[in-house]
């Protein structure tokens, strides 16, 4: 399990956005993310590195609070 914090998430849009692009990332699922306290955590064996990069790309920068 990987934890993340995503500061910049502040809506349900942004939820969709950063459910979908972890979805899409092999070993990730499964996805569960918490707008309140703007946290993602990642069930399965996925690259740190990887989801990282795939929140930067969509423009939410993350940084890791567990993994």
Do not use: W, Y
């Not at 996805?31 to 969509?58: M, R, Y």
């Amino acid at each position: 399990m990987t934890r993340l914090s995503v500061p910049d998430m502040t809506c349900g849009h942004c939820k969709a956005s950063v459910e979908t692009a972890l979805s899409q990332i092999p070993g990730a699922a499964p996805v569960t993310v918490n707008l309140g306290a703007k946290e993602v955590e990642v069930g399965g064996p996925a690259p740190t590195a990887a989801l990282i990069k795939a929140l930067d790309e969509i423009g939410f920068p993350a940084s890791v609070i567990a993994a």
